[in-house]
Nanobody, 127 residues
Framework: QLQLVESGGGLVQPGGSLTLSCEGS????????IDWFRQAPGKKREGVSC????????NYADSVKGRFTISRDNAKNTVYLQMNSLQPEDTGVYYC????????????????????WGKGTLVTVSS
């Protein structure tokens, strides 16, 4: 069974940057589209970004477009989320999720379409 572990969260000031990592074990991540979701306090979990199996296609929520960059290193079985110009509204628990697919593209989907989840890492943006 695929296991996902997120890391890299923490406290950062507005305007700062963080890079989150999602490391897979048990199976190679190359067979999966990887999504990042986040859940702010008191709100529903929302999709942030996704990346295709080989990294050639990415998609972003409008709220993070131009500030966040998703990437992957399949040799390291790891997906990254580089977050720049962070704002207080980016605060939340960030989860990575995997969905098995034969597609070489990436379209953001609902959380119900995910096959595996990590336990999340907390990002707090505050001065």
């Amino acid at each position: 069974q695929l296991q996902l572990v997120e890391s890299g969260g923490g406290l950062v000031q507005p305007g700062g940057s963080l890079t989150l990592s999602c490391e897979g074990s048990g199976y190679t991540l190359e067979n999966y589209v990887i999504d990042w979701f986040r859940q702010a306090p008191g709100k529903k979990r929302e999709g942030v970004s996704c990346i295709s199996r080989r990294g050639g296609f990415t998609n972003y929520a409008d709220s993070v477009k131009g500030r966040f960059t998703i990437s992957r290193d399949n040799a390291k079985n790891t997906v990254y989320l580089q977050m720049n110009s962070l704002q207080p509204e980016d605060t939340g628990v960030y989860y990575c999720a995997a969905r098995r697919t034969l597609s070489n593209m990436c379209v953001m989907r609902s959380e119900v379409d995910m096959d595996y989840w990590g336990k999340g890492t907390l990002v707090t943006v505050s001065s």
